[in-house]
C-alpha cells in the first residue's frame, strides 16, 4: 500500500502546507499577545500582594500609635497595657521605654520574652526619626506565624519624644489578608523574606506551611518575572513586586496550564480545524488513487492462500518498484507464519499428549508399587530394574511436564511468594548428589514477587539439574535472591567448565542432544520467563555459568 500512502502524502502535503503555515503564525503571533497580557496581569497581581501586605503592616504601626497617645505619660504601668493585649491578638508582647531606652512596663501573652537590648536603640531612634515607627528584623520560628519587632515614639503635648512603645506582633492576619484576595483559577500568592523564609501564602490548608523552601531564583537579585519551578519542581509563571520598607518580596504564580490556558485553547482549535481540512484531503487522495491499487489485488489471493495453510502460494512478482517490495515481504514473513502455525500444534499436542499418556504411566506406576510390595526376596538384579523403571517413568512424567509448560496455554495462578523460599521448596525435593554443596544466600530484604509457584519451581529446578548435569560428582552451587530493578532476581550459579561456544547459540532452541534428560530445559525456562514478563540472562565462562532470573514485583498484562 505504499503507492497510495505516498499519493495521499503528497495531496495531504500540497493541501495542507499553506494551510498550515498560516495556522502556525497566527498561533505565534496570538500566544506572544496573550502570553504579554497574561504576565501584566500578574504583575499586577503581584503588586496587589505587596499592597494586602503593606496595608496590614501599616495598620499594626496605626495600632501601636494610638495606643501610645493614650498610655499615662507620668507613671505608665502594665495596667495601661492590658486593655491592648486582650483586645489586640495581634499583640503578643508589650513593652513601654522611658527616652532613654530603660523599660518602665511590659506585658507578655506567652511569658516573658526579650524586647529591644540596649545596642540597638541608636537604630531605633534613627529609622524612628526618618519615618516615624521602626520595625525590626522578621522572626520565623519553625510552625508558627512569623513576628517582628515594632516601635513608635511616645510624646507629650509639645511633640517631645518621651517614651517610646514596643510591640511584638504575631502576623498571621499576613495570610489571612492573601486568601482573602481574588487570585484567579489555582493563582497562589507568597510573602517571602530576602533571606529566602516564608511570612505567608495563600494556602489555607496550613496557613504557617513549615518546611517551605522557594528555589535559589526565588530570591536572586537578578529576578525576571515569566517561567519559573515551585519548590515541587512543577512549572509555573511567575511574577515579584517588592514588598516596601519590609525587607520582603510578594509573588504571584500560576501552574504554566492555567495561566496559558487560553493559549492552550487556540491552539486546539487550530489543530482541529487543520485535523478537518487533513480529513478532506485524504478522502479526496482515497478517491483519485484507486485506479493505483488495482494491481496489488493479486497479492490479497496469495495472502489467503497463507492463511489457509498454503505457504507456496506466492505469486512470481519481480519488480523494483513497491509491488516487488511487497512480493518480498510476504516471502519473508512465510517463515514466521510457519513457526506460529508449528508453535500452535505443539500446544495442541502437548494438550493431547498429557491425557493420553498420563493415565498409562500413572497406571504403570501403581503396578510397579504393587509389584515392590509383593516382592520378597529379589536379588540385585531384580532390584535396579524396578528402579530403573520408576526413574523411567519419572523421566516420562517430567517430559510431558515440559511439553505443557512450553505448549499450553492455560492461566497462571499466581501468589505473592518469596523467591528464596520457592527456591528452597525445590531443593527439598531435589536429591542433591553427595559430592555437590549446594550454598543458599537468600536476601533477608528482599520483596515479595506475584509468580505462579508450580511454573518457576519447574524452571529453577531444570537450572539445578543442568548444573547437577554439568557438576557431575563435585562442584558447588550457589542460589542467591536479592532487589534488583522494581522486581527480585535469582542466581544460580555454578563452577563448572562453562558452555562451549558453539552451544551458545542453541541454549533456546525446542529441542537439543543430551546425553540426559528432556531437551526442554531451557525452552521451559525462557517460556516460564515469558509469561511472567521476566527477564533471563546467561553468564558463562572458563570459571563457572550465572542463570540470572528476574521477577517483577506483579504480573502485568
Partial sequence: MKLTVKF???????????????????????ESSLRASTERLQRGLAERTAEAAKTQMDGAVNLLTLAARNIDGNRPGTAALEPLLNNYPILM????????????????????????????????RKEIQERGYFSGPWETP?????????????????????????????????????QGLDLGTEGQAYLITKKGDLLAHSLSENIFRSGFTPPPDWISTDWIDGEHRDPEGQQILVARAPLAEQDAWAFYLQPIETALATVTALKKRIQRSLLLAAGFAALLALGLSGFITRPLRKFLSAVRGMQEGHFDSLVDVRSSDELGEIAQAIRDAQPVLEKKVRDSVLGKM?????????????????????????????????????????????????????ILTVGRERPLVPRRMDLGQVAQNVLAKLKIPDGIVVTKLFA??????????????????????????????????????????????????????????????????????????????????????????????????????????WFPLSISG
Fill in 350 to 402: 502437548s494438550r493431547l499428549l498429557s491425557h493420553d499418556m498420563r493415565q498409562p504411566i500413572q497406571a504403570l506406576r501403581n503396578s510397579l508399587d504393587t509389584i515392590v510390595q509383593h516382592v520378597t526376596g529379589a536379588d540385585d538384579t531384580a532390584r535396579r530394574h524396578l528402579t530403573l523403571s520408576g526413574e523411567a517413568l519419572d523421566w516420562m512424567d517430567d517430559f510431558i511436564e515440559d
Fill in 93 to 124: 508582647d508589650l513593652w513601654v521605654y522611658d527616652a532613654k531606652g530603660q523599660p518602665r512596663a511590659n506585658l507578655h501573652r506567652l511569658g516573658p520574652a526579650p524586647g529591644i537590648p540596649p545596642k540597638m536603640w541608636g537604630a531605633v
Fill in 444 to 549: 533477608a530484604n528482599s520483596p515479595p514477587c506475584s509468580v505462579d509457584e508450580k511454573e518457576v519451581r519447574k524452571a529453577v529446578a531444570n537450572l539445578i539439574k543442568n548444573a547437577f548435569e554439568v557438576l557431575g560428582n563435585a562442584g558447588r552451587i550457589e542460589l542467591t535472591t536479592r532487589p534488583a530493578e522494581g522486581g527480585v532476581s535469582l542466581t544460580i550459579s555454578d563452577n563448572g567448565p562453562g558452555i562451549p561456544e558453539e552451544k551458545k547459540a542453541k541454549l533456546f532452541e525446542e529441542f537439543t542432544t543430551k546425553s540426559s534428560g528432556t531437551g526442554l530445559g531451557l525452552l521451559v525456562v525462557k517460556r516460564v520467563m515469558e509469561r511472567h514478563n521476566g527477564k533471563i540472562e546467561i553468564a558463562s565462562g572458563p570459571q563457572g555459568t550465572h542463570v540470572t532470573l
Fill in 8 to 30: 495521499i502524502g503528497v495531496t495531504l502535503v500540497a493541501s495542507l502546507v499553506p494551510l498550515t503555515w498560516v495556522g502556525i503564525r497566527v498561533v505565534r503571533e496570538t
Fill in 142 to 178: 519553625k510552625g508558627t506565624a512569623p513576628r517582628r519587632l515594632i516601635a513608635v515614639p511616645r510624646v507629650d503635648s509639645s511633640l517631645r519624644t518621651v517614651g517610646y512603645v514596643v510591640a511584638r506582633i504575631n502576623l498571621y492576619v499576613l495570610s489571612e489578608s492573601l
